[in-house]
């Protein structure tokens, strides 16, 4: 299903399609509180253009998900769950995000609050333009990759677990509840690692300023 243009101004958006891909250029739901639901069930990928909603954006893909070229998801937050993995583009304050054991690729517009990411065995790779925090747990037993230059990474929530771990930014403050690798990482600030388990490296670290490390 291709659907070109979806627009209310004061309503929510809600399309699902069964057994088959859906493509969305443009979907947007003006009005406080409105919303954009978009979904594919028993099998289906799911590519996102320009979907906007004043509150959240929840996009539920049978498949994969990912963002048409040159295109935003853009609201306050936005809920996403592809098994085969996701990619997408955002300008939103509050990520949800989870595939089965595959990777999950953002890049956001400005600073990000993680509420949850799970990518199982997979990857993720979070490129943002402002802080990036999280107020849910972190579960990635592949490579999580943060890149926010010139701002700070701060993930302290206890039920992290990451596999491998690489970060540049200014400062960067991290906890994981078991061991972590340390992979290629750049701080022009600090950084603190708080580990439940041992703490190793894949790659070079580069602090400028305190490193801070509890094992």
């Known amino acids: 299903l291709e659907v070109t243009t979806a627009t209310t101004a004061n309503g929510k ?31 289906g990928n799911i590519s996102a253009g320009d979907v906007t909603a004043a509150d959240t954006v929840t996009i539920n893909s049978a498949g994969s ?21 996701i990619n ?14 595959n990777n999950i690729t953002v890049k956001e517009t400005n600073g990000i609050d ?27 037993g592949g490579m999580t990759d943060i890149t926010a230059t010139g701002y700070d990474v701060t993930l302290g929530n206890t039920g992290n677990n990451f596999g491998t771990f690489k970060v540049g930014a200014a400062n960067a403050t991290v906890k994981d509840t078991n061991g972590i690798i340390l992979g ?8 603190t690692l ?3 388990g041992d703490v190793t490296d894949s790659g070079t670290i580069k602090v400028d300023g305190i490193t801070d490390i509890t094992a």
């Open 184 to 191: 290629d990482s750049t701080l022009t600030g600090g950084f």
């Open 194 to 196: 708080t580990a439940g």
């Open 13 to 43: 958006i809600d399309i699902s399609v069964a057994g088959a891909n859906l493509t969305v250029a443009v979907a947007e739901a003006g009005g406080a509180g409105k919303d954009v639901t978009l979904a594919t069930t028993t099998g």
């Open 88 to 101: 997408v583009n955002t300008d939103i304050n509050t990520l949800t995000a989870a595939t089965t054991d």
């Open 65 to 85: 998900l990912s963002s048409n070229t040159g295109t935003t998801i853009t609201a306050a937050s936005a809920d996403l769950t592809a098994p085969a993995g």
């Open 114 to 140: 993680i509420a949850l990411a799970n990518a199982g065995t997979g990857d993720f790779t979070l490129t943002a333009d402002g802080n990036v925090t999280d107020s849910g747990a972190i579960t990635v």
